[in-house]
């Protein structure tokens, strides 16, 4: 019976079986995946999980037991750095076995091993009124949230008409300045207003100069009476008395 020989024997001995392990699990700490086939693949991750947890601990006998099995210090380091980042508070599972098919050649199926690197949540954005409330009102909100409901009395309805009263004055005294400004300035005129005016005049002058030629005309057409052009060339040639 094969009780308690757990992992796989792969048609190695145990001296080659174990040096294969420690080269594929520093080159999978070191690029972060490998390629290889199914069965070292599950076999792998085994190797992997116990190296992590390890690197978990982190004190110094953790460390050395690490060297024991990783061929490279760098790696060894790299990961006992990062290991709180890469993979947070994950419990297990730090690897995944991804099939790619059969290889060409043998027609041996091929797996991707990688690590299961924690991605860290984003933070969602906030969302940019297009129209904000003005400061002003929002104070004025926060204040009428923050007072509390008071049953009305004499004594309150007065205060709020002094209050609103004081209110309209401040309006009014803001709202003068700015009407006299707007009386101040003159309106322009515009080019269609010109214009009207332009040809109103033109009208007018038409309408003097055609009265004035009517009246030349009716002049010249009204004959005299011949005695009262006799008269009047007689008192030209009469001589004035002394």
Do not use: C
Not at 172 to 195: C, D, I, L, Q, W
């Amino acid at each position: 019976m094969r009780h308690r020989k757990s992992g796989i024997k792969l048609n190695r001995t145990g001296s080659h079986r174990k040096v294969m392990f420690r080269n594929m699990v520093t080159s999978l700490f070191k690029h972060d995946r490998i390629r290889t086939t199914d069965a070292k693949a599950k076999e792998l991750r085994s190797w992997a999980d116990r190296l992590i947890t390890l690197a978990k601990r982190g004190d110094l006998h953790a460390r050395r037991q690490a060297l024991a099995i990783i061929r490279e210090k760098a790696v060894v380091h790299k990961l006992f750095e990062d290991v709180q980042n890469r993979f947070g508070n994950r419990q297990g599972g730090y690897t995944r076995v991804i099939k790619l098919g059969p290889r060409k050649g043998d027609a041996a199926p091929i797996s991707l091993v990688e690590l299961v690197i924690e991605e860290k949540s984003a933070k969602p954005k906030k969302k940019i009124r297009k129209n904000p409330v003005p400061a002003a009102k929002a104070e004025e909100k926060a204040d009428a949230a923050e007072e509390p409901v008071v049953a009305d009395t004499p004594e309150t309805k007065s205060k709020k008409a002094k209050t609103s009263a004081k209110k309209a004055k401040d309006t009014g005294a803001a709202e003068a300045p700015e009407k006299a400004k707007k009386k101040a300035v003159p309106k322009k005129k515009s080019a269609k207003t010109e214009k009207e005016a332009d040809t109103t005049e033109k009208v007018e002058k038409k309408s003097v100069t055609k009265k004035k030629t009517t009246k030349a005309e009716k002049k010249t057409d009204t004959p005299e009476d011949p005695e009262k052009t006799e008269k009047k060339k007689a008192s030209k040639k009469k001589p004035k008395e002394k």
